[in-house]
Every structure is written in C-alpha cells, then in structure tokens.
C-alpha cells in the first residue's frame, strides 16, 4: 500500500487533455502561448550591520548562499531533462510516484515539451479553463494538486509536472498508467 500525504481526494472534473494524441485528438490545434519562462530567484535583503566583526560572517554566509544557489541551478539545467529531474526529486520527497520515462512520454504528448503550451480547443478551453503547461493541466486541478515547495504558477514546468504527477497518482496509480488522454 502507497503512503503520502499530498494526494488529495479525487475531483469530479477531468483536469488533464491530450493535445494531439495520434488517433485521438480530432480537432487541430489553433493557437499556444508564446511566452518567456519566468523563474523566480531569491529575494536576498541584506541589513546594516553593527560591526565590522559581523561584516565578515555576514559575508561569509552571503558567499555560501551564493555558491548554494549556483549549485542548484547546475544540477537542474532549465531545459526538459532538468526540469523532469528537479520535479522527480520533489516528487521523491513527497511519495509521489512517477519514471523520468512515463513522465517524458506524457510530456510529449501533450505538450511535445513546451511549458507554455495552451489548449485552447476543448470542452475545458469551450467554458474559459483552457489547459496548460507541459501536461496540460486546468487551473482548478493544479490548485488541487499543487504540491508545496513549487511555484504557484500553472505554467512553471517543475510545479506543471509534479501537480500533474499528484494528480495521476491519485487518480491512475502513477503518470506510469496514463497512456493516453487523462
């Protein structure tokens, strides 16, 4: 029996679509938003220090954070690969099942790896809740599934992919069991 205490009960609405499943999608595509990723970065505020003794920790520590926050941003590229191993590595920590494989496949498939793709066809993007992202998730769903910890951004790739993730598991098992539209 799977544990984790991020999937949440299941919603009645279908939260996920395929864009251009072969053999399933039978409208075309009309339109995808073409929008730079945004990433957030730190906030770091620094205050005045009362000593000169306190300059140099203070510094320290500031060229540590540095180096730290350098270090993360080299062991996740912002590319595909990298934005599915940082989703992977939160998923991991949360319990959330999912194969770097079956989480490409999906990606592919509906979004043919784009974050910023759109939906903006279907019976969701028909009643004004088109689906985005790499997966191809509604709004209402990623508020659902939104695992703490990732950008509050439907189009964040990393928080798109775990979101989507936590809501396959809940409602499939695993992203691993989805083969087509979800």
């Not at 993360?72 to 590229?77: F, Q, T, V």
């Not at 079956?102 to 509906?110: D, L, Q």
């Not at 009643?127 to 509050?152: C, E, M, N, R, W």
């Amino acid at each position: 029996m799977r544990t984790t205490t991020l999937i949440p009960r299941r919603i009645a609405t279908t939260g996920i679509t395929v864009l251009g499943a072969a053999g399933i999608a039978t409208a075309a595509l009309t339109g995808t938003a073409h929008a730079a990723p945004q990433t957030a970065k730190p906030a770091h505020q620094t205050a005045a220090k009362p000593a000169k003794a306190d300059d140099k920790a203070d510094k320290k520590a500031e060229k540590a954070e540095k180096k730290d926050a350098g270090k993360k941003a080299e062991d996740y590229p912002d590319n595909l690969d990298g934005w599915i191993r940082e989703a992977m590595s939160i998923m991991k920590k949360h319990g959330i099942p999912g194969s770097y494989d079956g989480i490409k496949r999906n990606i592919i498939r509906e979004s043919g790896g784009d974050p910023n793709a759109v939906n903006d066809w279907d019976i969701n993007a028909q009643k004004g809740i088109p689906s985005k992202g790499l997966l191809q998730v509604i709004q209402p769903t990623f508020d659902q599934y939104h695992v703490k910890g990732t950008a509050d951004k439907l189009t964040d790739p990393v928080a798109n992919i775990v979101a989507a993730c936590n809501y396959a598991a809940d409602r499939y098992g695993t992203m691993d069991n989805v083969d087509s539209a979800y």
